[in-house]
T-cell receptor, first 113, second 111 residues
Framework: DGGITQSPKYLFRKEGQNVTLSCEQN?????MYWYRQDPGQGLRLIYY???????QKGDIAEGYSVSREKKESFPLTVTSAQKNPTAFYLCASSMGRNNNEQFFGPGTRLTVL | GQNIDQPTEMTATEGAIVQINCTYQ??????LFWYQQHAGEAPTFLSYNVLDGLEEKGRFSSFLSRSKGYSYLLLKELQMKDSASYLC????????????FGAGTQVVVTP
């Protein structure tokens, strides 16, 4: 089955620790995205990547980092510099910039204690 | 950037019709999307409009007026499983292909 996987579903970390969220897709999509969702708010773009070995900052990149070494994988690291890291993180992918649909993974709920 | 507004919450009865409005402001419009999101789950794609008019897909329809910066999502014959958040998202030419999402409209379907 083709799709996007994110793991784990729930993640707990202590304040001050970096944590990496995984995102893998087997849809052969070129573009991948990371969003953050807070209660009562829409999705906000953190980082996106159009192609392997290239990525761009989104609207709220501060305190986050990404890599795109393989087409299938786009991991997101939440660093200790992120002031309010507790949120629901969603990864998405699409064929390219003008493709009509972004496909979303199931999300990871990160709680920083 | 874009400014996207949609109501926070709407309540309707099973079997009824609900219309969710979305207004936006953007300098280079290149498409409007509607997604459905159940609590704690990923958004799923419902519809896409880039030209003016109505797109119908089963019980769901989406309308776009580019001159008014306005769209609506129409849900007919409401079912309990339609209780979810509905997200309006806009793409413009200047931002490569990124989507800007509204805050979402929580639809509550009552028996």
């Amino acid at each position: 089955d083709g799709g996007i996987t994110q793991s784990p579903k729930y993640l707990f970390r202590k304040e001050g620790q970096n944590v990496t969220l995984s995102c893998e897709q087997n849809l052969n999509h070129d573009a991948m995205y990371w969003y953050r969702q807070d209660p009562g708010q829409g999705l906000r773009l953190i980082y996106y990547s159009q192609i392997v070995n290239d990525f761009q900052k989104g609207d709220i990149a501060e305190g986050y980092s990404v890599s795109r070494e393989k087409k299938e994988s786009f991991p997101l690291t939440v660093t200790s510099a992120q002031k309010n890291p507790t949120a629901f993180y969603l990864c998405a992918s699409s064929m390219g910039r003008n493709n009509n649909e972004q496909f979303f993974g199931p999300g990871t709920r990160l709680t920083v204690l | 950037g874009q400014n996207i507004d949609q109501p926070t919450e709407m309540t309707a009865t099973e079997g009824a019709i609900v219309q969710i409005n979305c207004t936006y402001q953007t300098s280079g419009f290149n498409g409007l999307f509607w997604y459905q999101q159940h609590a704690g789950e990923a958004p799923t794609f419902l519809s896409y409009n880039v030209l003016d008019g109505l797109e119908e897909k089963g019980r769901f329809s989406s309308f776009l007026s580019r001159s008014k910066g306005y769209s609506y999502l129409l849900l007919k014959e409401l079912q309990m499983k339609d209780s979810a958040s509905y997200l309006c998202a806009v793409r413009d030419f200047e931002s490569w292909g990124k989507l800007q999402f509204g805050a979402g409209t929580q639809v509550v379907v009552t028996p």
